[in-house]
């Protein structure tokens, strides 16, 4: 079945450092999408990307998503405490409206 | 946040005991999804919804089943819990089948 894998697990930057976190799918994506997930909270989402090469931005954080839709990536810049917690990829499986998600990576932003 | 609620928030029980947990939206979204979540695995979908009566199995569906006999609301049953089904259960909605989802709250099952 389809696999996504999402590296790093885990990151330790220094606040105002910047952090990527990375996506890899298996097979070809109709859509992916990004969610965070504070400690305890529940996941969030973010921002879904639709077609190859997509590039969106909200604020610090920035999506990409590969020309084969086969990755993606979220580049957060000049990290703040606030970005605390778990980002997860999800890659949309068919049309079937299945989510399968990425092992998630946990970042920790140092003040 | 999206109206959705889950009962209970936490829950202990014992192996072998029937449970049944419970996802209510108010959103009147078409899909709903029932998701476990561990450390190492991110979140890993058991059973999803994309209407009334209208079921489908995830990756990790053996020894759960679901029923959504109202849009509203969707169960998740275990009929026998084992310790292996201790977790975190995440139910989430969306509108259509390849949208944002929406997450509840969550339930922390604890079986002993």
């Known amino acids: 079945g389809q696999q996504v894998m999402q590296i790093p697990q885990y990151q330790h930057v220094q606040e105002g450092e910047d952090f990527t976190t990375y996506c890899n799918s298996s097979?070809?994506?109709?859509?992916i999408q990004w969610y965070k997930q504070r400690p305890g909270g529940h996941p969030v989402f973010l921002i879904q990307l639709v077609k190859s090469g997509e590039v969106k931005k909200q604020k610090r954080l920035t999506f990409q998503f590969g020309e084969a839709k086969k990755n993606s990536s979220l580049h957060i810049t000049a990290t703040q405490t606030t970005d605390v917690g778990t980002y997860f990829c999800?890659?949309?499986?068919?049309?079937?409206?299945?989510?399968?998600f990425g092992q998630g990576t946990t970042l920790q932003v140092k003040p | 946040d999206a109206g959705i609620t889950q009962s209970p928030r936490h829950k202990v029980t014992e192996t072998g005991t029937p449970v049944t947990l419970r996802c209510h939206q108010t959103?009147?979204?078409?899909?709903m999804y029932w998701y476990r979540q561990d450390p190492g695995h991110g979140l890993r979908l058991i059973h999803y919804?994309?209407?009334?009566?209208?079921?489908d199995k995830g990756e990790v569906s053996d020894g759960y089943s679901v029923s959504r006999s109202k849009t509203e609301d969707f169960l998740l049953t275990l009929e026998s819990a084992t310790s292996s089904q201790t977790s975190v259960y995440f139910c989430?909605?969306?509108?259509?089948?390849?949208?944002?989802?929406?997450f509840g709250p969550g339930t922390r099952l604890t079986v002993l």
């Open positions: 097979t070809t994506l109709s859509n």
């Open positions: 919804s994309y209407g009334v009566k209208d079921t």
């Open positions: 959103e009147n979204h078409r899909y």
């Open positions: 999800a890659g949309l499986e068919g049309n079937t409206g299945k989510l399968i």
């Open positions: 989430a909605i969306s509108e259509r089948g390849d949208n944002e989802q929406f």
